[in-house]
């Protein structure tokens, strides 16, 4: 019933997108993966969580995205994802989905050993972390942009142009707090609803999610903006800032692009996955000296 529920949400969600033009054909066929290889999941966060970010970040990215490509340059052709940016943005979260069906499938947490507790919750604290990095760094980008004021660079503090990697503004700083906190709610929500039984037992340790995901988020979304500011180069063309430009891109501007800041060593999509996988892990070693 499971593999039947999976395959319905997932086509659903991908032929909305689609339509939308929230993902690209590949996007779609990345984003198939990644909802089956979660919606199959008999633990109910997994799933409410992807669809928390999932929904809430399509949301925002078609949020008044007139103004943004007035604003934002790189908007256009971000706005559109496509199976790298989905992947960046679902693929390890997909995989922690997998390792916890192969290893408790099927199985309640009251029936677990301890030590197979500890790993259930160390998996939700890696998941959480993940999605609430991604989640915040989406609603930070897409929210941040309206911002009436410039951002500054997180690194010098200084004014940049919006569409800066590695500018950081007030509304995008509280975006991404909401953003993680969406996510830790999500995940209450769903542990609760699921296994009310095993937190009255104490099976579970009663964890506010919410609290966690707004911390995680926050921190995933300023390790984001770091990386931009440091491994991904920014240009300014026109008194517009530009990123992610090819060598060929490049020489036909003819010396009208000039670095404003960070160096040419990371994609945005790299810098999305460094960040996300950076901030699991940081939940994760939290947990684990915690717990």
Not at 89 to 102: D, E, R
Not at 124 to 136: E, L, Q
Not at 209 to 216: C, E, K, Q, R
């Amino acid at each position: 019933m499971r593999v039947y529920f999976a395959i319905l949400l997932t086509a659903a969600l991908c032929l909305v997108s689609l339509r939308r033009q929230s993902l690209s054909g590949s996007g779609a066929l990345a984003a198939a993966f990644v909802g089956l290889s979660t919606a199959s999941n008999d633990n109910l966060l997994f799933t409410v969580v992807l669809l928390a970010f999932f929904v809430s970040s399509s949301y925002w990215t078609k949020y008044q995205a007139r103004t943004k490509a007035k604003l934002d340059p790189n908007y256009a052709k971000a706005s559109r994802r496509g199976w790298k940016q989905v992947l960046c943005n679902g693929g390890v979260g997909a995989m922690i989905s997998l390792v916890y069906q192969y290893n408790f499938d099927g199985r309640h947490p009251e029936d677990m050993s301890l030590e197979e507790r500890k790993l259930v919750t160390l998996l939700i604290w890696g998941y959480v972390g993940f999605y609430s990095c991604c989640t915040a760094d989406t609603w930070a980008s897409e929210l941040g942009t309206l911002s009436s004021d410039w951002p500054v660079l997180i690194t010098t503090l200084k004014q940049v142009p919006p569409g800066t990697n590695g500018g950081i503004s007030k509304l995008g700083v509280l975006a991404s707090f909401a953003g993680g906190a969406l996510i830790g709610l999500a995940a209450d929500v769903a542990l609760w609803i699921q296994y009310f039984g095993a937190y009255r037992s104490g099976a579970l340790p009663k964890i506010p999610y919410n609290m966690l995901g707004s911390l995680f988020g926050t921190l995933g979304s300023l390790i984001d903006s770091l990386l931009g500011a440091t491994m991904q180069a920014s240009y300014i063309v026109e008194k517009r800032a530009v990123s992610d430009l090819s060598a060929s891109e490049l020489r036909q501007l003819k010396g009208a692009a000039v670095l404003i800041a960070g160096r040419d060593v990371l994609s945005n999509n790299l810098v999305n996955v460094v960040a996300s996988i950076s901030t699991m892990a940081i939940a994760v070693i939290i947990q684990t000296i915690v717990f």
